[in-house]
């Protein structure tokens, strides 16, 4: 697999706001990188341009790999009147023959896939019945459901609380261990970026581009005792204090 | 018991009580205004004239009703398939419907042989907007990141449509056919007016204009008692198969039998824009 290349992306909507300005970022197969940035510095953009929704108006952006790319959205977005079961097996579903699933294996497919994120038992439950985390945890099987080489993630942990935010967390670091897929992972958060990731890029808004990539120092393995960890706490400050300069002062691009 | 159904049933039994009484009192001649118990027992004895008619219409409106969903449901989804039809499509179904029925159901009767096919058209023609306009705003109305979820996997306009767009419609759909079931009986009974058919293929509206021409009031309102039944038959009916359907899914958590939220209201589309 090769590294998921941009170089000088820039991208202007339509109704003239210039969300991207020459954006360059490389990502290596199976690495967890976040984007850290304020409300308005186009991470969603970038990540709706890997995903394929939005097309740069400059700058070229790879062609998702053979998996495909999986997309959780920063609320569920499921479908209000199919089970949760179906909702897992939509994509499946949608690529129809080229997938050469039957009906049944698509069915199995989901239900492991419920069963990794913990909703087993909940397969023929509707989603108003679930909560607001179990949704995301449907939502993310959903993402997962095709094997894509590229999980894409905005902000989807943005509306949950502290406790099920960090157990979703630990859960989907769990998920991409076993999956081994590449991770870009968009929030605002500078605690849930620096725990989840190896490598946090820090954008600045106005127009959007990247001010700083931090590597994040830390074992693979995280758990509690890193969250207690010096540090941890170290990283948030240094990583805080970057996205403090991306937001005021003009930028020091550092690679 | 709750006043939302005694004070409703009160007054209208009030109001008939001081109609009779106003015409037993009054001695208003029947000729000029039947008396409710007089209306109700024309409505007995000429039960033999009136049901065949009551049963025209009936068929009349519903065959209406029906081809008005079938037309506006299918219209309205290859409109959401192309684009294109829509704009070549639209301004004729806006045209059918700025048209009144009674400027246009004489012409219908020319060119349609059968009256009772050109009947049903001008029935149809009435019903049929509402139907494609509810449907229409109903699959427009899917949710913005479902959107994306089907682009972001490569969906097919069939797909899109059969996933997503009509059963996000659905609830649309439902109060397009409550404003089509009323319709479809004042477009029914207004095109028979216009018609001013007679023979044994006639509806209520027929009976009506033959009891004028012979100010047989009491038939009249008797007539008119069966039109205002059936409007309210129909009416209840729309109102309560959709949610009986509903009833059969699963009900979610709390309350048994509770419609599932996107079968009563719609979703506030999400401001997903750049962040």
Known sequence: ????????????????????????????????????????????????????????????????????????????????????????????????????????????????LLQRVGLAGFEDAWPEELSGGMQMRASLARALVTDPTLLLLDEPFAALDELTRQKMGDD??????????????????????????????VMSARPGRVHAEVAIDAPVLR??????????????VAVSGTLEAAMSGPAAVTT | MKPERWVPALSITLALLAWEALVHWARIPHYTLPAPSRVLATVWTDFG????????????????LVLATLGGVLLAAAFALSRVLELALLPFAVVLQVTPLVAIAPLILIYVDSTTAALLLCTWLVAFFPMLANTLAGLRAADRQLHELFTLYGATPWQ????????????????????????????????????????????????????????DTPRMFAALLLLV?????????????????????PAP??????????????????????N
Request: glycine share 10%; hydrophobic share 45%; proline share 6%.
């Open chain 1, 1 to 112: 697999m090769n590294d998921i290349e941009l170089s000088g992306i820039s991208h202007r909507y339509p109704n003239g706001v210039q969300a991207l300005a020459d954006v360059s970022l490389r990502i290596a197969p199976g690495e967890f990188v976040s984007l850290l940035g304020p409300s308005g510095c186009g991470k969603s953009t970038l990540l709706r341009l890997l995903a394929g929704l939005e097309t740069p108006s400059d700058g070229r952006v790879p062609a998702p790999g053979e998996g495909g790319v999986g997309f959780v959205f920063q609320s569920p977005t499921l479908l209000p009147w199919s089970t949760v079961r179906d909702n897992v097996a939509l994509p499946l579903r949608l690529a129809g023959r080229a997938r050469g699933l039957s009906s049944p294996q698509r069915r199995a497919r989901a239900d492991a």
């Open chain 2, 49 to 64: 004239s009136l049901w065949p008619a009551w049963w025209f219409t009936l068929r009349l409106t519903l065959g209406a």
């Open chain 2, 229 to 249: 039944l059936t409007g309210l038959a129909l009416y209840a009916l729309l109102e309560w198969a959709p949610r009986r359907l509903a009833r059969r899914r």
């Open chain 1, 223 to 236: 758990d509690h005792a890193f969250r207690r960890s010096p540090a941890y706490l170290e990283q948030c």
């Open chain 1, 172 to 201: 989907l670091l769990t998920l991409w261990r076993e999956q081994g897929c590449t991770v870009l992972f968009v929030t605002h958060n500078v605690f849930e970026a620096v725990y989840l990731s190896q490598r946090v890029v």
């Open chain 2, 253 to 274: 958590g709390s309350a048994a039998g509770s419609r599932p939220a996107w079968f009563s209201t719609s979703k506030p589309v999400k401001d997903t824009s750049c």
């Open chain 2, 160 to 215: 899109r449509l059969k996933w997503l767009l009509l059963p996000s419609a659905v609830p649309y759909l439902l109060s397009g056919l409550r404003i089509c079931g009323g319709l479809s009986l004042i477009a029914g009974v207004t095109a028979e007016m216009v018609a001013g058919a007679a023979g044994r293929e006639t509806g209520l509206a027929s009976r009506i204009l033959e009891a004028s021409f012979r100010t």
